[in-house]
């Protein structure tokens, strides 16, 4: 049997942030004061993750990969 | 889970409907971003005159007044609307040539003082060609609905994206971003990752774009529905009187809605509008409710007579609907996107997807759909241990 599809592994992490980015624009539109800074915070999150996956990605040729 | 076969089809499908679509996204992005700034670029752009400081509470001046002033310093020309000052007590009585005339311009009162404070410039600087470009492309409604269109290939991309997204990154940590690998792998590692963090927030811009493109014809439609049927039930003994006080109509619209204020007047005679009424946007206070808008017909000739009829939508959908009434009126357009809340972060990942689709070279993807493919194959017709030792 091939083993289950990982939903959790592939899908966890992106529905979270997904529902992060939600919040953060529902409580932008719908709140002021402690909500909208709320709303920064949660919307910063997608970009600081793309910084940070992007600068703890090992550099060029610091280990062999596999391919593909 | 999607078998090998199906996920080519919807890498194709995400292939092509974001080739489709980004070019107009691009330009879309790149029209929203001074957008979003609108109100700190004309504030910076145009001469402007402050109101008076006073406490919130002060009383009001009268809007037949600066009507008035309005009429005696353009006695040849039409009253088309008034508008409330999102940010300041400032009232704008717009003034045009004729009812049907394209080109209208605006008087600043002080909404404390009624004096008269300036005249802004003609409607015709870089944001609004600047805005135009964003809503329609200079080609009116034919523009809007193509720009709602390509709104349509966004999401079907994104949904494609978000399912051939799920085989590609079965055996991949979330954020994996392969460095070390060809600079076409490492990009689409990049493309994947920035698709997927970003993924809510495209989907809202795209959704909220569509409902925008749709705003004109549902206008259209519930102009002539609802509100033909509202002024039908209503017409006994009508004769248009054009004299008539708005600051009456505003009064008695408030009386009628006292936990709302008013938005803008449209005068009778505007294309917006009817011709024997008063159609006045009130808007809620609290911040949920300062964007659900309610219409109120205000007869001219009969100012006892009130029509409220509220405007059960929901929050951006109303919006949307009242702000293609105002949207000739007031630069309003940018604030579509959920309010206060305008983006445009796809930017760079449908960028990704340009460059990886054009690209003459055997694509990263299209090696990853053909290992899929033989893996698929091997599953199905060899034992389930040879399959998965790679």
Redesign the interface.
Known sequence: ???P???R??????SL???L??FG?LS?????GV?DAL?WVT?VI??A??V???S??????????RR? | ?LTAKKVRLWYRVHKWTSLICTAFLLMSCMTGLPLIFEKEISHLTEHHIRAAVLPDRAPLANLDDMVASARLRYPKQQILALAWDVDEPRVFVFVAPGYRSNTSHRLAFDAHTGRFLDEPKPDHNFMDYITALHVEMFAGLPGELFLGCMAGLFIISLASGVLV??PF??RL?????????HRR?RWFD?HN??G??????AV?VGTTGIMNTLSRPLFGLWRSHELAQLIASNRAGLSPDYSNSVQAAVRAALSALPDMQIDSVLFPGNKLSTSHHYLIWMRGKA??TS?LFTPVLGRCSDRATYNCKRAALV?SHSRSLASAALRRLRRDAAQDH????RCC?HCGATQWQLSLALSPQKR?SK??LD?LVKVEEL?ARET?AG??AR
């Not at chain 1, 592994?9 to 992106?14: N, Q």
């Not at chain 1, 932008?28 to 002021?32: E, F, I, Q, V």
């Not at chain 1, 703890?56 to 990969?65: G, I, N, W």
């Open positions: 049997m091939r083993q599809f990982p939903f592994k592939v899908y966890g992490a992106a942030i997904a529902a980015t939600l624009l932008a539109l719908l709140g002021d909500w709303s919307l997608p970009l993750v793309i940070w996956m992007y703890r990605a090992p550099k060029a040729s610091a280990h062999r990969e593909l | 889970m997204y799920g990154m079965r940590e979330f954020g994996t971003i392969r460095k070390n690998a792998l990049l990752l920035i997927i963090v970003t993924l809510s927030w809202v911040p949920v964007r929050s959920l309010g206060d809340f972060a990263p090696l990853e290992r599953a389930p399959a998965l």
